[in-house]
Protein backbone atom coordinates (compact mmCIF):
# COMPACT_ATOMS: atom_id res chain seq x y z
CA UNK A 1 0.00 0.00 0.00
CA UNK A 2 1.14 3.76 -0.21
CA UNK A 3 2.66 4.92 2.78
CA UNK A 4 3.00 8.72 1.58
CA UNK A 5 5.97 10.36 -0.15
CA UNK A 6 8.49 10.15 2.82
CA UNK A 7 10.92 7.84 0.64
CA UNK A 8 10.63 10.08 -2.64
CA UNK A 9 10.62 13.48 -0.46
CA UNK A 10 14.76 12.43 0.35
CA UNK A 11 15.06 11.34 -3.61
CA UNK A 12 13.68 14.73 -4.54
CA UNK A 13 15.81 16.75 -2.21
CA UNK A 14 18.70 15.26 -4.65
CA UNK A 15 17.40 15.35 -7.79
CA UNK A 16 16.65 19.31 -6.76
CA UNK A 17 20.33 19.80 -6.90
CA UNK A 18 20.84 17.89 -9.31
CA UNK A 19 18.51 19.64 -11.41
CA UNK A 20 21.02 22.85 -10.87
CA UNK A 21 24.60 21.61 -11.47
CA UNK A 22 26.33 19.04 -13.52
CA UNK A 23 29.81 17.72 -13.40
CA UNK A 24 32.68 16.77 -15.40
CA UNK A 25 32.50 13.32 -15.66
CA UNK A 26 32.87 11.78 -18.89
CA UNK A 27 30.26 9.91 -20.86
CA UNK A 28 29.69 6.05 -20.63
CA UNK A 29 30.83 3.75 -23.68
CA UNK A 30 27.24 3.04 -24.87
CA UNK A 31 28.62 1.05 -27.60
CA UNK A 32 26.10 -2.02 -29.17
CA UNK A 33 26.33 -4.50 -26.60
CA UNK A 34 25.05 -8.01 -27.82
CA UNK A 35 22.56 -10.54 -28.57
CA UNK A 36 19.54 -10.85 -26.61
CA UNK A 37 18.69 -14.29 -25.68
CA UNK A 38 22.24 -15.23 -24.40
CA UNK A 39 25.97 -13.30 -24.07
CA UNK A 40 28.82 -15.37 -24.31
CA UNK A 41 32.34 -14.35 -22.47
CA UNK A 42 35.98 -14.41 -23.66
CA UNK A 43 37.52 -17.72 -22.23
CA UNK A 44 40.11 -17.94 -23.84
CA UNK A 45 43.55 -18.79 -22.28
CA UNK A 46 45.18 -16.14 -23.57
CA UNK A 47 43.03 -13.84 -21.59
CA UNK A 48 43.26 -15.60 -18.40
CA UNK A 49 40.17 -17.71 -19.11
CA UNK A 50 39.20 -20.48 -17.49
CA UNK A 51 38.43 -24.16 -19.12
CA UNK A 52 35.24 -25.50 -20.25
CA UNK A 53 34.93 -27.29 -17.02
CA UNK A 54 35.74 -24.93 -14.85
CA UNK A 55 33.45 -23.02 -15.99
CA UNK A 56 30.11 -21.63 -13.86
CA UNK A 57 26.82 -20.93 -15.56
CA UNK A 58 24.56 -18.41 -14.32
CA UNK A 59 20.94 -18.34 -15.34
CA UNK A 60 19.75 -14.46 -15.71
CA UNK A 61 15.70 -14.09 -16.70
CA UNK A 62 14.99 -10.84 -17.23
CA UNK A 63 12.14 -7.99 -18.39
CA UNK A 64 14.83 -6.00 -20.57
CA UNK A 65 13.71 -7.62 -23.76
CA UNK A 66 15.78 -5.05 -25.78
CA UNK A 67 19.26 -5.72 -25.43
CA UNK A 68 20.41 -2.67 -27.98
CA UNK A 69 19.09 0.17 -26.72
CA UNK A 70 18.26 1.97 -23.34
CA UNK A 71 17.87 -0.03 -20.17
CA UNK A 72 18.60 -3.45 -21.51
CA UNK A 73 21.35 -2.37 -23.37
CA UNK A 74 22.92 -1.35 -20.25
CA UNK A 75 22.09 -4.44 -18.48
CA UNK A 76 23.72 -6.26 -20.93
CA UNK A 77 27.03 -4.29 -20.91
CA UNK A 78 27.69 -5.07 -17.26
CA UNK A 79 26.74 -8.32 -17.96
CA UNK A 80 29.65 -8.40 -20.55
CA UNK A 81 31.83 -6.38 -18.40
CA UNK A 82 31.88 -8.38 -15.69
CA UNK A 83 32.09 -11.86 -17.26
CA UNK A 84 35.29 -10.18 -18.67
CA UNK A 85 36.43 -9.61 -14.97
CA UNK A 86 35.33 -13.05 -14.34
CA UNK A 87 36.11 -15.41 -16.97
CA UNK A 88 34.88 -18.80 -14.89
CA UNK A 89 31.42 -16.94 -15.26
CA UNK A 90 29.04 -17.52 -18.08
CA UNK A 91 25.96 -15.51 -18.10
CA UNK A 92 23.29 -16.54 -20.08
CA UNK A 93 20.05 -14.01 -20.60
CA UNK A 94 16.50 -15.03 -21.30
CA UNK A 95 14.89 -11.38 -21.90
CA UNK A 96 11.25 -11.08 -22.31
CA UNK A 97 8.62 -8.21 -22.73
CA UNK A 98 7.10 -7.59 -19.16
CA UNK A 99 3.69 -9.02 -19.14
CA UNK A 100 5.19 -12.42 -21.06
CA UNK A 101 7.69 -12.58 -18.36
CA UNK A 102 5.35 -12.30 -15.74
CA UNK A 103 3.63 -15.40 -17.40
CA UNK A 104 7.08 -17.39 -17.13
CA UNK A 105 8.02 -17.05 -14.10
CA UNK A 106 5.22 -18.41 -13.19
CA UNK A 107 6.24 -21.55 -14.92
CA UNK A 108 9.43 -21.76 -13.58
CA UNK A 109 8.65 -21.34 -10.16
CA UNK A 110 5.78 -24.21 -10.61
CA UNK A 111 8.01 -26.05 -12.13
CA UNK A 112 10.97 -25.83 -9.25
CA UNK A 113 13.25 -24.57 -11.96
CA UNK A 114 13.75 -20.98 -11.15
CA UNK A 115 16.38 -18.65 -12.75
CA UNK A 116 19.85 -18.41 -10.84
CA UNK A 117 19.38 -14.44 -10.73
CA UNK A 118 15.77 -12.86 -11.91
CA UNK A 119 14.38 -9.23 -12.14
CA UNK A 120 11.71 -8.79 -9.80
CA UNK A 121 9.67 -6.25 -9.03
CA UNK A 122 9.20 -4.92 -5.35
CA UNK A 123 5.61 -4.91 -5.28
CA UNK A 124 3.32 -7.31 -2.90
CA UNK A 125 1.74 -8.65 -6.04
CA UNK A 126 4.77 -10.13 -7.52
CA UNK A 127 7.17 -10.55 -4.46
CA UNK A 128 4.88 -12.04 -1.78
CA UNK A 129 4.14 -14.91 -3.82
CA UNK A 130 7.99 -16.03 -4.17
CA UNK A 131 9.05 -15.02 -0.83
CA UNK A 132 5.95 -17.39 0.86
CA UNK A 133 6.90 -20.01 -1.60
CA UNK A 134 10.32 -19.58 -0.08
CA UNK A 135 11.96 -19.34 -3.75
CA UNK A 136 13.89 -16.56 -3.52
CA UNK A 137 17.23 -16.33 -1.64
CA UNK A 138 17.71 -13.70 1.69
CA UNK A 139 20.24 -11.17 1.08
CA UNK A 140 22.45 -9.41 3.51
CA UNK A 141 21.92 -5.59 3.07
CA UNK A 142 25.32 -5.66 4.81
CA UNK A 143 26.73 -6.59 1.24
CA UNK A 144 25.04 -3.39 -0.59
CA UNK A 145 25.48 -0.96 2.35
CA UNK A 146 27.93 0.57 0.15
CA UNK A 147 26.13 0.94 -3.00
CA UNK A 148 23.74 4.19 -2.44
CA UNK A 149 20.38 3.37 -2.91
CA UNK A 150 17.95 6.04 -2.31
CA UNK A 151 16.14 5.72 1.21
CA UNK A 152 13.16 4.03 1.27
CA UNK A 153 13.91 1.86 -1.79
CA UNK A 154 14.66 -1.66 -0.47
CA UNK A 155 11.16 -1.61 1.36
CA UNK A 156 9.37 -2.86 -1.37
CA UNK A 157 11.93 -5.68 -1.67
CA UNK A 158 11.35 -6.75 1.84
CA UNK A 159 9.21 -8.81 4.40
CA UNK A 160 9.27 -9.21 7.73
CA UNK A 161 12.58 -7.50 8.19
CA UNK A 162 14.73 -9.57 5.63
CA UNK A 163 15.53 -8.59 2.36
CA UNK A 164 15.08 -10.44 -1.36
CA UNK A 165 15.81 -8.18 -3.79
CA UNK A 166 17.55 -4.68 -4.78
CA UNK A 167 15.90 -2.31 -6.64
CA UNK A 168 17.12 -0.87 -9.72
CA UNK A 169 14.91 1.84 -10.87
CA UNK A 170 12.94 4.92 -9.66
CA UNK A 171 9.85 5.22 -11.96
CA UNK A 172 7.45 7.48 -12.38
CA UNK A 173 4.66 8.13 -15.26
CA UNK A 174 4.04 10.94 -17.09
CA UNK A 175 3.58 12.37 -20.42
CA UNK A 176 5.69 12.26 -23.58
CA UNK A 177 5.47 14.54 -26.13
CA UNK A 178 7.18 15.53 -29.15
CA UNK A 179 7.73 18.95 -29.31
CA UNK A 180 8.17 19.25 -33.34
CA UNK A 181 4.30 18.09 -34.08
CA UNK A 182 3.29 20.33 -31.21
CA UNK A 183 5.01 23.63 -32.85
CA UNK A 184 4.39 22.41 -36.23
CA UNK A 185 0.35 22.10 -35.81
CA UNK A 186 0.45 25.39 -33.23
CA UNK A 187 -1.11 23.00 -30.68
CA UNK A 188 0.21 24.07 -26.95
CA UNK A 189 1.27 21.77 -24.33
CA UNK A 190 -1.59 20.75 -22.10
CA UNK A 191 -1.37 22.01 -18.57
CA UNK A 192 -4.75 21.08 -17.50
CA UNK A 193 -7.52 17.94 -18.15
CA UNK A 194 -9.77 20.47 -20.16
CA UNK A 195 -6.39 21.33 -22.03
CA UNK A 196 -5.84 17.72 -22.66
CA UNK A 197 -9.04 17.00 -23.83
CA UNK A 198 -8.81 20.57 -26.35
CA UNK A 199 -5.56 20.05 -27.48
CA UNK A 200 -5.97 16.21 -28.07
CA UNK A 201 -9.32 17.04 -30.20
CA UNK A 202 -7.58 19.73 -32.28
CA UNK A 203 -4.66 16.90 -33.30
CA UNK A 204 -6.99 14.41 -34.36
CA UNK A 205 -8.77 16.77 -35.88
CA UNK A 206 -5.53 17.09 -37.58
CA UNK A 207 -5.53 13.27 -38.57
CA UNK A 208 -2.86 12.77 -35.79
CA UNK A 209 -3.30 9.98 -32.90
CA UNK A 210 -2.73 12.30 -29.66
CA UNK A 211 -2.28 9.97 -27.51
CA UNK A 212 -0.32 6.09 -27.48
CA UNK A 213 -0.80 3.81 -24.60
CA UNK A 214 -0.51 -0.28 -24.39
CA UNK A 215 -3.83 -0.98 -24.10
CA UNK A 216 -3.62 -4.38 -24.55
CA UNK A 217 -0.94 -4.95 -21.98
CA UNK A 218 -3.43 -3.21 -19.04
CA UNK A 219 -1.35 -2.61 -16.91
CA UNK A 220 -0.82 0.94 -17.75
CA UNK A 221 -4.41 1.59 -17.46
CA UNK A 222 -5.20 1.32 -13.47
CA UNK A 223 -1.85 3.55 -13.39
CA UNK A 224 -3.34 6.02 -15.63
CA UNK A 225 -6.28 6.03 -13.46
CA UNK A 226 -4.77 6.74 -10.38
CA UNK A 227 -3.74 9.89 -11.57
CA UNK A 228 -7.78 10.32 -12.65
CA UNK A 229 -9.24 9.66 -9.15
CA UNK A 230 -6.47 11.89 -7.59
CA UNK A 231 -6.98 14.79 -9.86
CA UNK A 232 -10.97 13.74 -8.77
CA UNK A 233 -10.44 13.90 -4.94
CA UNK A 234 -6.41 15.80 -4.73
CA UNK A 235 -5.15 12.96 -2.56
CA UNK A 236 -3.76 9.43 -3.73
CA UNK A 237 -5.00 8.10 -0.79
CA UNK A 238 -8.01 7.63 -1.89
CA UNK A 239 -7.34 4.37 -3.58
CA UNK A 240 -5.93 2.84 -0.45
CA UNK A 241 -8.58 3.25 1.78
CA UNK A 242 -10.83 1.95 -0.74
CA UNK A 243 -8.44 -1.31 -0.76
CA UNK A 244 -8.42 -1.78 3.09
CA UNK A 245 -12.61 -1.19 2.91
CA UNK A 246 -11.96 1.98 5.12
CA UNK A 247 -13.80 3.96 1.87
CA UNK A 248 -15.77 2.45 -1.05
CA UNK A 249 -14.76 2.29 -5.13
CA UNK A 250 -18.21 2.87 -5.81
CA UNK A 251 -17.89 6.58 -4.82
CA UNK A 252 -18.96 9.44 -7.18
CA UNK A 253 -15.41 10.44 -7.36
CA UNK A 254 -14.60 7.19 -8.89
CA UNK A 255 -17.45 7.51 -10.91
CA UNK A 256 -16.47 10.89 -12.27
CA UNK A 257 -12.13 9.79 -13.11
CA UNK A 258 -13.68 6.76 -14.37
CA UNK A 259 -15.91 9.34 -17.30
CA UNK A 260 -13.07 11.42 -17.61
CA UNK A 261 -11.29 8.64 -18.89
CA UNK A 262 -13.77 7.10 -21.27
CA UNK A 263 -14.92 10.27 -22.48
CA UNK A 264 -10.96 10.55 -24.18
CA UNK A 265 -11.47 6.78 -25.81
CA UNK A 266 -14.76 8.24 -27.01
CA UNK A 267 -13.24 11.10 -28.10
CA UNK A 268 -10.27 9.21 -29.86
CA UNK A 269 -7.65 11.14 -27.54
CA UNK A 270 -6.46 7.80 -27.55
CA UNK A 271 -4.30 6.21 -30.94
CA UNK A 272 -6.06 3.72 -33.18
CA UNK A 273 -6.06 0.36 -32.02
CA UNK A 274 -4.97 1.15 -28.34
CA UNK A 275 -6.59 -1.72 -26.94
CA UNK A 276 -4.55 -3.63 -29.09
CA UNK A 277 -1.53 -2.14 -28.73
CA UNK A 278 1.25 -3.93 -26.76
CA UNK A 279 4.10 -2.03 -25.35
CA UNK A 280 6.23 -2.39 -28.60
CA UNK A 281 3.34 -1.13 -30.35
CA UNK A 282 2.39 1.89 -28.59
CA UNK A 283 5.97 3.01 -28.23
CA UNK A 284 7.30 2.44 -31.65
CA UNK A 285 4.08 4.64 -32.55
CA UNK A 286 4.79 7.29 -30.75
CA UNK A 287 8.79 6.91 -31.59
CA UNK A 288 8.20 6.95 -35.57
CA UNK A 289 5.95 10.21 -35.10
CA UNK A 290 2.45 9.21 -35.87
CA UNK A 291 1.55 10.01 -32.32
CA UNK A 292 2.08 13.18 -30.86
CA UNK A 293 2.51 12.06 -27.01
CA UNK A 294 2.91 8.62 -24.84
CA UNK A 295 1.45 7.72 -21.62
CA UNK A 296 4.19 5.86 -19.92
CA UNK A 297 6.87 5.46 -17.20
CA UNK A 298 10.31 7.44 -17.23
CA UNK A 299 12.08 4.56 -17.63
CA UNK A 300 11.88 5.30 -20.92
CA UNK A 301 14.28 8.21 -21.31
CA UNK A 302 15.91 6.72 -23.73
CA UNK A 303 13.81 7.54 -26.41
CA UNK A 304 16.16 10.50 -26.76
CA UNK A 305 18.85 8.38 -27.56
CA UNK A 306 17.69 5.64 -29.83
CA UNK A 307 18.90 5.64 -32.98
CA UNK A 308 16.07 3.31 -34.24
CA UNK A 309 13.88 6.69 -34.19
CA UNK A 310 14.98 9.47 -36.38
CA UNK A 311 17.21 12.49 -34.84
CA UNK A 312 14.21 14.53 -35.78
CA UNK A 313 12.50 12.41 -32.83
CA UNK A 314 15.36 12.01 -30.81
CA UNK A 315 15.92 15.98 -30.95
CA UNK A 316 12.53 16.93 -30.36
CA UNK A 317 10.77 14.44 -27.77
CA UNK A 318 9.58 16.02 -24.61
CA UNK A 319 8.09 15.01 -21.17
CA UNK A 320 5.51 16.68 -19.50
CA UNK A 321 3.52 15.98 -15.76
CA UNK A 322 0.58 14.74 -15.76
CA UNK A 323 -2.33 17.22 -16.37
CA UNK A 324 -3.74 19.14 -13.05
CA UNK A 325 -7.18 19.91 -12.11
CA UNK A 326 -8.60 22.18 -9.68
CA UNK A 327 -7.88 19.67 -6.84
CA UNK A 328 -4.77 17.68 -8.25
CA UNK A 329 -1.72 19.48 -9.41
CA UNK A 330 1.22 19.03 -11.63
CA UNK A 331 3.35 18.77 -8.90
CA UNK A 332 1.35 15.37 -7.68
CA UNK A 333 3.18 12.53 -9.31
CA UNK A 334 2.96 8.70 -9.71
CA UNK A 335 5.96 7.66 -8.51
CA UNK A 336 7.84 4.38 -7.18
CA UNK A 337 10.19 2.07 -7.04
CA UNK A 338 10.25 -0.83 -10.06
CA UNK A 339 12.28 -3.07 -11.20
CA UNK A 340 14.90 -5.37 -9.60
CA UNK A 341 16.97 -8.56 -8.98
CA UNK A 342 16.51 -11.50 -6.49
CA UNK A 343 18.73 -14.49 -6.79
CA UNK A 344 16.67 -18.17 -6.28
CA UNK A 345 17.23 -20.08 -3.56
CA UNK A 346 18.07 -23.19 -5.01
CA UNK A 347 20.32 -22.06 -7.07
CA UNK A 348 23.44 -23.91 -7.27
CA UNK A 349 26.08 -20.84 -6.95
CA UNK A 350 24.49 -18.62 -4.44
CA UNK A 351 28.55 -16.91 -4.12
CA UNK A 352 28.72 -16.39 -7.64
CA UNK A 353 25.07 -14.88 -7.73
CA UNK A 354 25.28 -12.11 -4.99
CA UNK A 355 28.57 -11.52 -6.48
CA UNK A 356 27.09 -10.62 -9.78
CA UNK A 357 24.55 -8.21 -8.17
CA UNK A 358 27.36 -6.63 -5.49
CA UNK A 359 29.16 -5.60 -9.10
CA UNK A 360 26.34 -4.74 -11.09
CA UNK A 361 25.03 -2.54 -8.05
CA UNK A 362 28.67 -0.79 -8.02
CA UNK A 363 27.45 2.83 -8.59
CA UNK A 364 30.48 2.92 -10.80
CA UNK A 365 28.27 0.43 -13.04
CA UNK A 366 24.62 0.77 -13.26
CA UNK A 367 23.98 4.11 -11.37
CA UNK A 368 26.55 5.76 -13.58
CA UNK A 369 25.96 3.91 -17.29
CA UNK A 370 21.96 4.56 -16.44
CA UNK A 371 22.32 7.62 -15.89
CA UNK A 372 24.94 8.73 -18.52
CA UNK A 373 23.30 6.63 -21.59
CA UNK A 374 19.97 8.61 -20.68
CA UNK A 375 17.92 5.29 -20.33
CA UNK A 376 16.17 6.44 -16.58
CA UNK A 377 16.46 7.09 -13.34
CA UNK A 378 18.15 4.45 -10.98
CA UNK A 379 17.15 3.87 -7.51
CA UNK A 380 20.82 4.49 -6.46
CA UNK A 381 21.87 8.14 -6.20
CA UNK A 382 23.74 9.58 -8.97
CA UNK A 383 25.04 13.73 -8.96
CA UNK A 384 28.53 11.95 -8.96
CA UNK A 385 27.74 11.16 -12.99
CA UNK A 386 26.43 14.32 -14.11
CA UNK A 387 28.24 15.17 -17.34
CA UNK A 388 26.50 18.50 -17.85
CA UNK A 389 25.11 17.38 -21.41
CA UNK A 390 22.55 15.37 -20.31
CA UNK A 391 19.31 14.96 -22.72
CA UNK A 392 16.46 17.78 -23.24
CA UNK A 393 14.23 14.74 -22.11
CA UNK A 394 16.67 13.74 -19.44
CA UNK A 395 16.33 17.57 -18.11
CA UNK A 396 12.27 17.83 -18.26
CA UNK A 397 12.22 14.34 -16.70
CA UNK A 398 14.42 15.37 -13.84
CA UNK A 399 12.20 18.72 -13.35
CA UNK A 400 9.16 16.66 -13.01
CA UNK A 401 10.69 14.50 -11.03
CA UNK A 402 12.47 17.25 -8.55
CA UNK A 403 9.26 19.25 -8.34
CA UNK A 404 7.45 16.49 -6.59
CA UNK A 405 5.23 17.59 -3.38
CA UNK A 406 3.54 14.04 -3.13
CA UNK A 407 3.69 10.55 -4.66
CA UNK A 408 1.25 7.54 -5.20
CA UNK A 409 4.34 5.39 -4.50
CA UNK A 410 2.91 1.00 -5.52
CA UNK A 411 0.61 1.38 -8.37
CA UNK A 412 -3.13 0.02 -6.57
CA UNK A 413 -3.13 -2.75 -8.80
CA UNK A 414 0.20 -4.62 -7.84
CA UNK A 415 -0.63 -4.01 -3.91
CA UNK A 416 -2.88 -7.02 -3.50
CA UNK A 417 -3.55 -10.25 -5.48
CA UNK A 418 -2.65 -11.49 -8.75
CA UNK A 419 -6.58 -12.17 -9.31
CA UNK A 420 -7.04 -8.19 -8.03
CA UNK A 421 -4.65 -6.92 -10.85
CA UNK A 422 -6.22 -9.17 -13.89
CA UNK A 423 -9.65 -8.11 -12.69
CA UNK A 424 -8.80 -4.90 -12.48
CA UNK A 425 -6.67 -4.58 -15.63
CA UNK A 426 -9.48 -6.05 -17.23
CA UNK A 427 -12.22 -3.38 -15.91
CA UNK A 428 -10.24 -1.05 -16.98
CA UNK A 429 -10.44 -2.38 -20.78
CA UNK A 430 -13.67 -2.82 -20.52
CA UNK A 431 -14.07 1.06 -19.80
CA UNK A 432 -12.18 2.29 -22.18
CA UNK A 433 -13.93 0.03 -25.22
CA UNK A 434 -17.25 0.89 -23.81
CA UNK A 435 -18.29 -2.02 -22.56
CA UNK A 436 -19.41 -0.95 -19.46
CA UNK A 437 -20.30 2.60 -17.91
CA UNK A 438 -18.65 4.31 -15.56
CA UNK A 439 -21.50 3.35 -12.76
CA UNK A 440 -20.90 -0.28 -13.34
CA UNK A 441 -16.72 0.27 -13.45
CA UNK A 442 -17.29 2.01 -10.06
CA UNK A 443 -19.48 -1.45 -8.80
CA UNK A 444 -17.36 -3.73 -10.15
CA UNK A 445 -14.48 -2.01 -8.85
CA UNK A 446 -15.64 -2.01 -5.44
CA UNK A 447 -16.77 -6.04 -5.41
CA UNK A 448 -13.18 -6.79 -7.18
CA UNK A 449 -11.11 -5.07 -4.06
CA UNK A 450 -13.54 -6.87 -1.47
CA UNK A 451 -12.37 -10.31 -2.79
CA UNK A 452 -8.92 -9.75 -2.29
CA UNK A 453 -9.80 -8.77 0.85
CA UNK A 454 -11.17 -12.12 1.78
Given amino acids: MKKGPVAFMACICL ?3 LAGCGSNSQSADNGNTGATETAQPDNSAANGGATEADTITLKLFTALADRSNGAGKVEQQIIDNFMKEHPNVKIEVEALQDEPYKNKIKVYAASDSMPDIMQVWGQPVFMNPLIDADLLLELDPNDFGDKKFVPGAMDGFSKNGKLYGLPRNTDFFVLFYNK ?7 VKTPATLEELKEVSQQLRAKGINPIAVNGMDGWPLPIWFEYALQRETGDFDFMDRAMSGEASFNDPAVVNAAKYMQELAQEKALADGFLTADYGAARNLFGQEKAAMYLMGAWEAGLAT ?9 QNVGALPYPASDKGKLTDVAAWFGGGYAVSKTTKHPEEAVAFLKYFFDPQNWAKLM ?3 GAGFPAQQFDEFLTGEETNLQKDLIGIFGSMT ?3 NTPVLDTSTDKFKQDIMSLHQKLLSGNISPEEF ?3 LDHAAAEARK
Fill in 306 to 314: DENFSESFR
Fill in 15 to 17: LLV
Fill in 371 to 373: WQS
Fill in 406 to 408: SSS
Fill in 442 to 444: AKQ
Fill in 180 to 186: KIFADNG
